[in-house]
């Protein structure tokens, strides 16, 4: 059953995000769990591309995340997110082996243009099958991006669970999406709002597919032209 109407509680603040920072090709990750060297079960959530090449301390930490979302939001054509990344990385306080982390979340307000002063130039946006979070305003305003691919949607092999709220806000050009049934929340009870806000200003959103759990009580606020599939 999917859920709307009570706000996730597992979206880090940035001050949770510094505890286990590391940046690997350009990219910032913040550790969410480590279980061990050889394990499969690391996880990182994604925080952004970056300019910067260290986060020794918590002034640089600070600046990382910040460029994180500057340089992010100022990507253009198409944009893919890994699945997983390898490094060496320190997790509370000591130095680990050469271990891999699983990409499980999105940071929030990662490709925000609102409010950045820039048009988002993203035109296509692939998320990886580890992906279980999406976390608010991720997507806010990509106002030129047409596709949205989550891996593994068709197939049973997705494990997103969570979309927050108004990811999708302004995506005007967004003209389809497909969910996977692993979705059981869908961004906070907005009045007036498409889902939670999750999709409220897609314009040209005709071609929806939605979870096996959907009830069509569920999706009474998409517009009318919406094909729910």
Request: proline share 3%; with cysteine.
């Amino acid at each position: 059953m999917i859920s709307i109407g009570c706000f996730a509680d597992s979206q880090p603040t940035d001050a949770e995000r510094k505890a286990n920072l590391f940046i690997y090709n350009g990219m910032l990750f913040s550790i969410q769990h480590f279980e061990s060297i050889g394990s499969q079960n690391n996880t990182v959530e994604f925080c952004g591309w970056t300019t910067k090449t260290s986060v020794a301390n918590e002034a640089e930490k600070t600046a990382a995340l910040n460029d994180a979302l500057y340089q992010s939001v100022r990507k253009t054509g198409e944009i893919t997110i890994p699945e997983t990344v390898q490094a060496a990385v320190t997790y509370n306080g000591q130095l680990q082996g050469n271990a891999t982390y699983k990409v499980i979340m999105l940071r929030a307000n990662l490709f925000r243009a609102a409010g950045s002063g820039v048009t988002s130039q993203i035109t296509k946006i692939t998320i990886p099958k580890t992906v279980q979070h999406i976390e608010s305003r991720c997507f806010d305003e990509c106002v030129n991006m047409t596709a949205f691919v989550i891996e593994g949607a068709t197939d049973g092999t997705s494990q997103l669970k969570e979309i927050d709220s108004h990811a999708f806000l302004n995506c005007k050009k967004l003209a389809s999406i497909t969910l996977p049934n692993s979705v059981t929340y869908l961004g906070d009870n907005v009045p007036n709002s498409i889902e939670g806000g999750v999709f409220e200003g897609c314009e040209t959103l005709t071609s929806f597919t939605f979870p096996s759990s959907y009830t069509s009580s569920n999706v009474s606020s998409l517009p009318s032209k919406t094909v729910r599939t």
